[in-house]
């Protein structure tokens, strides 16, 4: 440490005049360019789009040649920045005035507040000036004791009692060199923790190097067997996936574990006194070291009590915060992409279709819409136990499906499913050409008591609202499951746990992407799902309803300007996502935006073609150069866009409708045989590994060590939700619900799974803390498969 920063009492010493200039810090645009490795002139153009109300699907669609063609990915990349760095620049500037009023800012500590590049970096800085409660280095201080805790750490030479001894003032409450030393250790200890560089240097050692320990509470074994994992439990900060950390603090929260962060990789010896490598860091600072001079013990006990008293546990604070940050936001990262596959999955189309929410002695919820969702039919049938009317059921099916044209069967995956999956297929004897498919029924009954459900069902049961959302879905699950809170469609990883901004942040930006991918025919597009569209907002799509409502559908995008709110700049980053089947124009139907409608006419000019003769005729667009119709707002990527979508225009980006096909006979977890090999779909995918329907309840878990023979970080690289797969059964466990799948069709039942690509070294093992089984490796936590998807992710300590 220099010598400047420990000779002059307190911290840090004044050495400039208080009234310095102003130090210029980076722009927030070039410190996103050089984050994002992309030019400052794309950046400050989005920013400058963003700041004036443009949505980051407008921007990333209809924009590209302002952004040099940012995506999406990276202009949410960007947005997240762009707050976090207006944030950090807003506090440096609170900071920076405080300090200036406080007469103590000097040019070299602007300076440094100037280079904080983070949010901790900036109030470690901060410390030392921040109002404090009245400490016991401020009381020694009054005390006059300040010269004596310096002097010892400038001379080590000088004996700490002789010294102390001229310090003694009972007046001032010093009565014996004792309590001098007591005081001016009390003064380095405090000296040491504001050391921005020694406090910011420690706390990433802490991260590197220690672990997250956890071990049962007394008398607590019983009640919270569910964490029974993690009852003797240690890892490296840096190695720990994300479920692991927020299962450890969900077991601190239900007061079952004691949770704490251990600074070292494995426990000292407690009769160790040997200095730790934080000790020796601290001495090293501030030029402390043991030479055999009078103060160099005395010095050495007061590095070690600034550590395990101050700066071990305030860093320990500091770095359970930032791994339950780092296991929010992988855990909402896990969510949304869950989120955006189910929202994209296939749709099954306009086809009239029977909605079957199943139960036993409540009945099953039947419900019949047309091709558009229009509720057509209702009824409740007891097929199952208690009641047993099995027969009446299938004719009150039967007649429901012949008289309203019913192509498609969608069954929820709750209580009584399987019963009812055989009832409908009884009916598929009796009426072919019918389908089945079993979907998620995951937040259908949030979805009925919602106010939303109420407006657009208000003569429907709450019970039967649930039928229709099943019914629905399966038509269109993007344009259903707009309508209900992403965190209760069920595909989260410990969403309960997470900070509510980020996982809405999260979700809010997947859903609005996915909307805005797909587009949305705004003659029958439901509020929840307009609201979802750029540039919208709730009381907007109101309002084109109640438009829609009054004067017949939209004939044409230039109608929608007649909505009232609905201003240019509204319709500006609408028009190009709303769609307009059979209307007047039929660029109307397609992405192609309205402002670049003269493009299209530059093109048919060309081309001496009709606007009918253009669209779809491949081999004619494919033979056009882009760079032929360039103007000065539309470039080559706007007019690429144009061509393609005229070769197919208002083309569903969602892959082809197809299902799978359960095994016969293979309807619970005990008619399941290790070595079968049987088709399923993927209900969620999670850090560990996925959840596999394959028809018994129970959903299965592939393990990630089980997807491929190549190492696989993540488990999204092989399987996504919704994704149809052939898997098979390893190990079947009826009395705990658990089932063990592969997805590498050779590998042989009951061997042990080796770890893909050769597998992980040590450093992914638990270990259990000395004293409790030894420093061997500790039982990692497998999640469980269980009765349903909401079931399984319970087992596995989801969706709480």
Partial sequence: ???????????????????????????????????????????????????????????????????????????????????????????????????????????????????????????????????????KAQIAR?????????????????????????????????NDPAEALQGARAILVERFGEDADLVGGLRELLWTRGRLVAAVRKGKEQDGAKFADYFEFAEKLTTLPSHRVLAMFRGEKDDVLDVTVSPEPADPDPLDATPSDYERRIAARFGIADQGRAADKWLRETVRWAWRTRLSVSLGIDVRMRLRQSAEQAAAGVFASNLRDLLLAAPAGSRPTLGLDPGFRTGVKVAVVDGTGKVVAIDTIYPHQPHNRWDAALAALHQLVVTHHVELISIGNGTASRETDRLATELIARVPGLTKIVVSEAGASVYSASPYASAELPDLDVSIRGAVSIARRLQDPLAELVKIDPKSIGVGQYQHDLAESVLAKSLDAVVEDCVNAVGVDVNTASVPLLARVSGITTTLAENIVSHRDSNGPFASRGALKNV??????????????????????????????????????????????????????????????????????????????????LEKPGRDPRP??????????????????????????????????????????????????????????????????????????????????????????????????????????????????????????????????????ADALRKAGFGR
């Fill in 656 to 789: 082809a409708f197809t299902t799978a096909t359960f095994a016969d006979g293979v309807e619970k977890v005990t008619d399941l045989r290790v070595g079968m090999v049987l088709e399923g779909v993927v209900t969620n995918v999670a850090a560990f590994g996925a959840f596999v329907d394959v028809g018994v309840h129970q959903d299965g878990l592939v393990h990630v060590s089980a997807m491929s023979n190549k190492f696989v970080s993540d488990p999204r690289e092989v399987v996504r939700s919704g994704q149809v797969v052939k898997v098979k059964v390893m190990e079947v466990d009826p009395a705990r619900a658990r089932i063990s799948l592969t997805l590498r069709l050779d590998d042989e039942p009951g061997a042990k799974a080796p770890r893909a690509g050769g597998g992980r070294p040590e450093q992914n093992r638990g270990t259990r803390p000395p004293g409790k089984g030894g420093n061997q490796p500790a039982r990692r936590p497998e999640p469980a498969a269980s009765g349903s998807l």
């Fill in 564 to 645: 009232p709110r609905l201003g240019p700049k509204a319709y500006e980053q609408c028009a190009g996502f709303l769609r307009i089947a059979g209307g007047a124009d039929p660029l109307d139907r397609s992405s192609v935006h309205p402002e670049a409608y003269p493009v299209v006419r530059r093109i048919l000019k060309d081309t001496g073609t009709g606007l009918d003769d253009l669209i779809g005729n491949s081999a004619l667009l494919r033979t056009l150069a882009p760079e032929k119709f360039v103007d000065d707002k539309f470039g080559v990527p706007t007019v690429s866009d144009i061509l393609t979508e």
């Fill in 142 to 174: 009054e005390a006059g004791l300040e010269p004596l805790a310096f002097t010892l750490l400038k001379d080590p030479n000088q004996t700490p009692e002789a010294v102390a001894a001229a310090f003694v003032d009972a007046d001032k409450g010093v």
């Fill in 1 to 135: 440490m220099p010598t400047e920063a420990v000779s002059a009492p307190g911290a840090p010493a004044i050495t400039a005049p208080t009234e310095v200039p102003n130090t210029p810090i980076p722009s927030v645009s070039s410190r996103i360019a050089a984050e994002l490795n992309v030019g400052q002139w794309q950046v400050t153009a989005a920013i400058d789009m963003l700041d004036g109300g443009a949505t980051v699907p407008f921007i990333a669609r209809y924009r590209k040649e302002a952004t040099g063609t940012l995506d999406d990915a990276q202009l949410r990349d960007l947005e997240e920045r762009l707050t976090y760095l207006r944030e950090l620049d807003d506090r440096r500037a609170a900071i920076i005035d405080s300090i200036r009023g406080q007469g103590k800012l000097t040019v070299a500590l602007e300076q440094s507040l100037a280079a904080a590049d983070s949010k901790a970096r900036l109030e470690d800085i901060y410390l030392p000036y921040k109002t404090k409660r009245r400490t």
